[in-house]
């Protein structure tokens, strides 16, 4: 049967490798596994991305120009800029 994804997510189909990657048009987010609840729940402000030398998953903060590899957590939005 078909897998329920969180709220807002949808699905494509990547043109380029015919692989399925997940959209959230509400947070402009993407990524190639399939999100699990509560997964979208990144801090205020922070994206998630692919390095398309390594295939991992890094996370992003465009106001801040800041990334990192591990999920930022809770209340990182907290800091001063």
């Known amino acids: 049967g078909a897998s329920m994804l969180p709220l ?8 380029n490798t015919g692989k399925t990657y997940y959209w ?6 993407w990524q190639l596994g399939a999100p699990q609840e ?15 030398n390594t295939g991992k998953t ?11 590899l591990g999920a930022p957590q809770e209340g990182a939005s ?4």
């Open 58 to 68: 890094y996370y992003w903060n465009p106001q801040k120009q800041d990334w990192q």
């Open 24 to 29: 959230n048009p509400q947070k402009q987010d």
């Open 8 to 15: 807002g997510w949808k699905t494509g189909i990547d043109r």
């Open 38 to 52: 509560g997964a979208s729940m990144l801090p205020l402000g922070w994206k998630t991305g692919i390095d398309r």
């Open 78 to 81: 907290m800091l001063p800029l």
